[in-house]
């Protein structure tokens, strides 16, 4: 009850000292909020991922950087296993190329197939393939599609991505 009556007692004290600072300062603009607590802001600050956990963390024209390792050519990955993807061109992707899906276990819940520069409509015969393992198939340019990719593995998703070169355009 004692601690209350003081709380009382010094709450005209705080009103008055804190009237005073507002008008020392006034139209003090606000901090942004929006650059303060980004998207952008909070992913490139996770950096410090689990050593066998994988982040892409570049690309180039002809290959991408994983775990500051740099990779040329095509890329395979799920979970955490990263390998080498024979497609060159877009038009290479078919269902026999992503046959490793077949025997991958536990399923990934989805493929992120990156296209290269430019998102292309992905082959009927394609997407009946993935659908028919279980996978839901997203398709989008290669740099967002090893964001993605970063973002949903970090999440401890089970994620699966099939990337060609960002410089490829099909």
């Keep these: ?8 007692a010094t709450l005209p004290n705080l009103m008055r000292s804190l009237r005073k600072d507002s008008n020392k300062a006034p139209n003090q603009p606000l901090p942004s909020l929006r650059r ?3 998207l952008y802001d ?14 892409f963390q570049g690309y180039t ?6 775990n500051r390792v740099q990779y040329e050519g095509s890329l395979l990955c799920v979970g ?5 993807w024979a497609p060159k061109k877009f038009s290479e992707i078919t269902p026999d190329s992503l046959s490793i899906f ?11 197939l990156g296209c290269g520069r430019c998102i292309v409509p992905v082959d009927p015969e394609v997407r009946r393939f993935i659908r028919s393992i279980g996978i839901k198939l997203e398709a989008v340019d290669s740099r967002n599609a090893s964001s993605t ?22």
Excluded: H, K
Aim: without cysteine; aromatic residues 6%.
């Design 80 to 84: 955490n296993l990263l390998m080498s």
């Design 61 to 66: 024209d002809t290959g991408f950087t994983v």
């Design 36 to 38: 303060a607590f980004s």
């Design 149 to 170: 990719y970063n973002i949903l593995n970090e999440e401890g998703r089970i994620v699966a991505a099939a990337l060609l070169p960002y410089g490829i355009s099909s």
């Design 1 to 8: 009850m004692a601690g209350r009556q003081r709380a009382v």
């Design 102 to 112: 077949q025997l991958v276990r536990p399923i990934p819940e989805i493929l992120i």
């Design 42 to 55: 909070q992913i490139n600050l996770i950096d410090n991922v689990p050593e066998d956990q994988l982040r």
